[in-house]
């Protein structure tokens, strides 16, 4: 709709265009230009009077011949009744006027019988004119009813061609009146679509805004849904969730089922063994009951024996529960026992460990103590140098940097005297170019109007020796002017073009102002960028060999051994890439890329901890890095993040015990019920202590 719309306005504004070039060369035509005539018509009142040209009605393909017959009538004013201008009209001595009536009388019988009157709408004095000129469709047929024509009566062609008794006109040349039917006609029509495309923009806008405020509508309509869905797949995920819940409840639950209705099974069968029994044992309690009596003393003897067993039974069980709880508590007492000396027996053997390293070290530096003087003095005089050195560097680095300042400051000032000198210089150079534009088009103009002197046959020392002393410069321009509307007349001419050139004008001196703003802008941003990029690099090599440094000092730790370093694989600091070579014990010097896992993993740890030692961040998280490690790097690497956990807080993920142990907290996640998770934290110092209690 919008491409539509700006289309309509395009035609729109190329019909307006169009509408005024042709209504400037009617004006032109019909001599609405003419200053005395306008003046008189204005006095009279007659300003805006119609001309006849512009209120005919010709058919199609008939306005040669009526403006051949018409010619010298077509800029004829209508007025209600020409003979009351009589005696105004004698008093115009410098314009030709005619004045037809304005009125539409009805049709001579003859119109509609071939003449020319019957192809016009318009005045009637005008159809009255025509209405004696009759019509032929080609020159041929013209010249064969001219013999039959009454003495009033003449025949016209299409094309122009006029013949009647004793005369012949045939109109082939561009006179200031041909073209005006035809032109009026266009013009009506530009008319008529300029009225129809207003129409259609004006509904066209009016359809746009209201697209405007439904697409509006339906955007809020569309957020409200897109929160309505939001909210509906939020309520979705917690139902499915629900659901999920329940399916593992109601799959627990059916479990349950299965298992008490096996238990139930097996207890009827019991049950129906038990009613075996019973009927057993009720005959053998017939039997019991015959002996009884017999048994009666008995009974009563055994009687008492069995509550004895029965006080001893309960209290042997007593114990026994006593004695179980008691090896329970031993067990646990055991175990935790066990867990404290196991982690006592590898904290000893790490303080062995390091216990040897110290003797070792100690027998070292006792082996060097006894080689050797004491070197402290040694040392203390080296350190004094260096600081001294260190202080007159960093003089002649506050000198340097003071003098790279001043620099600076000249440097921008020259870079504006510059910039102020070049503009002054192309200001100049556009002075001189149009200066030189001025010349050439003098000599031009110069060389024209001698060419133009010697074509017409004149000598210019001649006319310049002829020339009359009191020559009037403003009435050769007024009738140069008027020579110029004369020949204005002999045809079209785009009137437009004087105000369209000074449009195109502004234009290009709007779009060199821009251009050299452009440039100015241009020479400044080359300038930022170049101010950019000389600090980037300079930013750039600082971090590459810091990071380096970090890199060669960890590497060697974290392998035990090896060496390793930064390359630049390309010479531009802003389009090169990094490369690391790395060394692991044993081994050549290779690109990472040749390494194993493991070496891989440390090799990127050592890069990646540089990294943070140079700019650390609040945490770092690594992903089972120790995975593809074996026992000793794991070690070096645990104490790796140890050390480096005293400025960046470390989360990993691991299945490492080792790793385990160096951490301070740990989080793991288990799966007592299916499908739903939990979350286990172990703080290990406060375990330690639980532990040490126990």
Request: charged letters at 30%; one cysteine or more.
């Amino acid at each position: 709709m919008q491409a539509l719309l700006s289309g309509r306005r395009g035609e729109l504004e190329k019909t307006r265009g169009r509408l005024a070039s042709l209504e400037a060369l009617q004006q032109a035509a019909l001599a609405e230009h003419d200053v005395a005539l306008k003046t008189w018509l204005d006095r009279m009142g007659l300003g805006q009077a119609r001309r006849l040209g512009a209120s005919l009605d010709v058919d199609g393909g008939w306005e040669r011949a009526v403006e051949t017959v018409l010619d010298g009538w077509l800029e004829a004013v209508l007025v209600d009744a020409p003979s009351d201008y009589a005696d105004a009209v004698a008093g115009l001595t410098e314009a030709d006027l005619t004045l037809i009536a304005d009125g539409d009388a009805e049709r001579p019988a003859f119109d509609a019988a071939g003449s020319l009157a019957a192809h016009v709408r318009g005045p009637a004095a005008a159809r009255r004119r025509l209405a004696r000129v009759r019509t032929a469709d080609s020159l041929a047929a013209a010249r064969v009813m001219v013999s039959g024509l009454a003495a009033d009566e003449s025949v016209v062609t299409p094309a122009g061609e006029w013949l009647g008794p004793g005369f012949a006109r045939i109109a082939r040349g561009g006179g200031a009146q041909v073209g005006v039917l035809a032109r009026e006609r266009e013009i009506q029509a530009l008319q008529q679509r300029l009225e129809a495309l207003e129409h259609e923009i004006e509904e066209t806008t009016g359809r746009v805004d209201d697209g405007k405020l439904a697409r509006i509508e339906a955007e809020r309509l569309r957020d409200d849904a897109q929160r309505e869905l939001y909210t509906a797949h939020r309520r979705l995920a917690e139902l499915a969730g629900q659901l999920q819940s329940q399916r593992g409840r109601l799959g627990t639950a059916q479990e349950r089922i299965e298992r008490i209705d096996a238990e139930l099974g097996e207890l009827v069968g019991k049950l129906d063994e038990d009613r075996t029994r019973a009927r057993e044992a009720r005959g053998r309690l017939e039997v019991a009951l015959s002996k009884m009596g017999d048994l009666e003393q008995q009974r009563q003897t055994l009687e008492g024996e069995r509550r004895r067993l029965l006080e001893a039974r309960e209290e042997a069980r007593m114990n026994a529960r006593e004695a179980r709880e008691q090896a329970h508590q031993l067990a646990l007492s055991i175990e935790a026992k066990r867990s404290s000396l196991s982690s006592l027996e590898q904290a000893l053997q790490r303080l062995h460990g390091q216990f040897a390293q110290l003797e070792a070290r100690k027998a070292e530096i006792a082996a060097q103590l006894e080689s050797g003087h004491d070197p402290m003095a040694d040392l203390d005089a080296e350190r004094q140098t260096y600081l001294d050195q260190r202080l007159l560097v960093d003089r002649q680095l506050v000198e340097a940097r003071k003098a790279l300042e001043d620099c600076d400051i000249e440097l921008r000032r020259l870079e504006q005297e510059r910039h102020t000198l070049e503009r002054t210089l192309n200001e100049q150079r556009e002075r001189l170019a149009d200066l030189r534009l001025n010349e050439q088009e003098n000599k031009l103009r110069a060389q024209a109007l001698v060419a133009a002197i010697s074509e017409a046959g004149f000598a210019i020392e001649e006319i310049v020796q002829t020339l009359p002393e009191h020559a009037d410069l403003a009435q050769w321009q007024a009738d140069l002017a008027d020579l110029g509307q004369k020949i204005a007349r002999l045809e079209p001419v785009n009137l437009a073009a004087i105000q369209e050139y000074e449009e195109q004008s502004q234009r290009k001196d709007y779009l060199d102002t821009q251009l050299t703003d452009l440039g100015a802008a241009l020479e400044t941003l080359e300038g930022a960028i170049q101010k950019i990029d000389k600090e980037t690099r300079q930013r750039f090599r600082e971090t590459f060999e810091r990071v380096n440094a970090g890199v060669q000092e960890l590497f060697p730790r974290l392998f035990g051994g090896g060496h390793a370093y930064l390359e630049l694989t390309g010479d531009d600091l802003l389009s090169t890439g990094v490369s690391i070579m790395a060394r692991p014990p044993g081994k050549r010097v290779t690109s990472i890329s040749l390494l194993s896992g493991g070496e891989k993993a440390l090799t990127a740890v050592s890069l990646v901890f540089s990294i943070f030692r140079l700019n650390p961040a609040p945490f770092c998280l690594l992903d089972e890095v120790d995975a593809p490690l074996d026992e000793a790097n794991v070690g070096r690497f645990s104490n790796m993040v140890g050390e480096m956990s005293e400025r960046v807080q470390f989360i990993f993920v691991t299945h490492n015990k080792s790793t385990m142990e160096a951490a301070r907290q740990l989080c793991g996640v288990t799966m007592r019920e299916p499908g739903v998770s939990r979350l286990v934290q172990v703080d290990l110092a406060e375990a330690a202590k639980l532990a040490g209690a126990a």
